[in-house]
């Protein structure tokens, strides 16, 4: 789904138990308040695959003011520095754009959902604590430069920018980091959120949309598109729906076989899901098993939904 500015994840993922007249729902990737863009939401069945969708790339797009510093990092928070931004160059942003490419060490935002000792770490800074965060490894496939606008005000200047990156990339920590470098403090304006692994933003739906009728992506299309695919026979079907291995879909050691963090989506000749897969050895081991032949919606993706 396209989900609006203001709203949590959480939020999101309430509204669509009511539409969808169910308790479990759940979402993969949470969005921040101030973000908009997509949502990939999982309706009953259909949260099991959502473990596999948090850990893909997402790519974004977004406007980094250079020249102030807030405490959150994005425009939602108090600014705490300014700085004049008439001496950074075209070619200064271009190289600390270049330097933030690639795998890189972030430090996430003190205001983040992290836990820290059980809670969060947006919670301690609240309550008035100095919260610092270790640094993580993540990659950054691309971050380009689009546009370059020096009539921000106060002496401001804004980026547009996408970005592709990592599961677990704060976007308003590389807004930090790009301004910090620069000398001049940096912070996050406007983010939105154009894909998540093979779900687009071309695909996605609002809640006024959904509202009005909740079309949904099959379990078996969010499979297809999220994961290798297996194509069983009848009879590997019913082996692999009472939980039995089968024969291996790769090679022993082939950098193709599929793992139990990697699975491949094994469906029945009928096109329906019948059970996630991982490779051990010269066999197939069940991770999940579905009912075979449901083709009921069960997946609130971006695509259909």
Same mark, same amino acid.
């Given at each position: &789904?396209?989900?609006?500015?203001?709203?949590?994840?959480?939020?999101?993922?309430?509204?669509?138990?009511?539409?969808?007249?169910?308790?479990?729902v759940?979402?993969?990737?949470?969005?921040?308040?101030?973000?908009?863009?997509?949502?990939?939401?999982g309706i009953?069945?259909?949260?099991?695959?959502?473990?596999?969708?948090?850990g893909?790339s997402?790519?974004?797009?977004?406007?980094?003011?250079?020249?102030?510093?807030?405490?959150?990092?994005?425009?939602?928070?108090?600014?705490t520095?300014?700085?004049?931004?008439?001496?950074?160059?075209?070619?200064?942003?271009?190289?600390?754009?270049?330097?933030l490419?690639?795998?890189? !060490?972030q430090?996430?935002?003190?205001?983040s959902?992290?836990?820290?000792?059980?809670?969060? =770490?947006?919670?301690?800074?609240?309550?008035g604590?100095?919260?610092?965060?270790?640094?993580?490894?993540?990659?950054i496939?691309?971050?380009?430069v689009?546009?370059?606008?020096r009539?921000?005000?106060?002496g401001?200047?804004?980026?547009?920018?996408?970005?592709?990156?990592?599961?677990g990339?704060?976007?308003?920590?590389?807004?930090?980091?790009?301004?910090?470098?620069?000398?001049?403090?940096g912070h !996050?304006?406007?983010?939105?959120?154009?894909?998540?692994?093979?779900?687009?933003?071309?695909?996605?739906?609002?809640?006024?949309?959904?509202a009005?009728?909740?079309n949904?992506?099959?379990m078996?299309? =969010?499979?297809?598109?999220? &994961?290798?695919?297996?194509?069983?026979?009848?009879?590997?079907t019913?082996e692999i729906s009472?939980?039995?291995?089968?024969?291996?879909?790769?090679?022993?050691?082939?950098?193709?076989a599929?793992t139990?963090?990697?699975?491949?989506?094994?469906?029945?000749?009928?096109?329906?899901?019948?059970a996630?897969?991982?490779?051990?050895?010269?066999?197939a081991?069940?991770?999940?098993?579905?009912?075979?032949?449901?083709?009921?919606?069960a997946?609130?993706a971006?695509?259909?939904?």
């Amino acid at each position: &789904m396209d989900k609006p500015q203001g709203w949590t994840s959480h939020d999101v993922v309430g509204r669509m138990r009511r539409l969808a007249g169910t308790r479990k729902v759940g979402h993969a990737g949470t969005l921040d308040p101030m973000a908009t863009g997509v949502l990939v939401v999982g309706i009953n069945k259909a949260t099991r695959l959502l473990t596999y969708i948090v850990g893909t790339s997402k790519t974004y797009t977004a406007t980094i003011r250079l020249g102030q510093s807030t405490v959150t990092d994005d425009a939602e928070g108090e600014v705490t520095a300014t700085a004049g931004t008439e001496g950074v160059s075209d070619q200064a942003i271009h190289d600390g754009v270049a330097a933030l490419t690639g795998d890189i !060490l972030q430090v996430p935002s003190s205001v983040s959902a992290i836990k820290v000792n059980g809670e969060r =770490a947006y919670a301690r800074v609240r309550s008035g604590e100095d919260v610092k965060l270790a640094a993580r490894p993540v990659t950054i496939h691309r971050f380009e430069v689009h546009g370059i606008r020096r009539d921000a005000g106060a002496g401001a200047l804004d980026l547009d920018v996408t970005v592709e990156c990592s599961s677990g990339t704060y976007i308003r920590a590389l807004a930090r980091d790009l301004g910090n470098a620069l000398g001049v403090g940096g912070h !996050l304006t406007a983010l939105r959120r154009t894909h998540v692994g093979p779900y687009s933003l071309d695909q996605a739906r609002t809640l006024d949309q959904l509202a009005e009728e909740l079309n949904v992506l099959e379990m078996s299309q =969010a499979a297809r598109a999220l &994961m290798p695919n297996r194509e069983l026979s009848a009879e590997e079907t019913t082996e692999i729906s009472f939980g039995r291995r089968i024969a291996a879909g790769a090679e022993p050691g082939s950098p193709s076989a599929a793992t139990p963090d990697h699975p491949a989506a094994a469906f029945a000749p009928d096109g329906s899901l019948v059970a996630l897969l991982a490779d051990a050895g010269s066999y197939a081991k069940p991770v999940l098993v579905f009912a075979p032949g449901n083709g009921a919606p069960a997946a609130a993706a971006a695509g259909e939904a």
